[in-house]
Nanobody, 126 residues
């Protein structure tokens, strides 16, 4: 059992940067694979990035690779998403999620994540 709370969303111009944070409580962050997903109006929820329990293995969707960086500080029970070179198509509600299975190293599947934050809005203007 873990509770996740996102923060750091806001409005920026295209080309700008934001850093999202996801603070966890209830259990230590090291017990979970962590992921970021997003959902834009009228679109399905999509995978953005994920990190293994150690943070040494990461995965990114093609649309954000090279622009976004996922990182985690297990000592602070916090995972981050650094977003650079933002584009208007990045506008969405961003969610962090936790995957508890010991047998999964990393995953893009939303259905495998058991715990979700409330989401934080990111708006990128042209």
């Amino acid at each position: 059992q873990v509770e996740l709370v996102e923060s750091g969303g806001g409005s920026v111009q295209a080309g700008g940067s934001l850093r999202l944070s996801c603070a966890a409580s209830g259990r230590t962050l090291s017990s979970y694979v962590m992921g970021w997903f997003r959902q834009a109006p009228g679109k399905e929820r999509e995978f953005v990035a994920a990190a293994s329990r150690s943070g040494l293995t990461t995965d990114y969707s093609d649309s954000v690779k090279g622009r976004f960086t996922i990182s985690r500080d297990n000592a602070k029970n916090t995972v981050y998403l650094q977003m650079n070179s933002l584009k208007p198509e990045d506008t969405a509600v961003y969610y962090c999620a936790a995957l508890p299975s010991f047998y999964v190293t990393i995953s893009r599947r939303a259905s495998e994540y058991d715990y979700w934050g409330q989401g934080t809005q990111v708006t990128v203007s042209s």
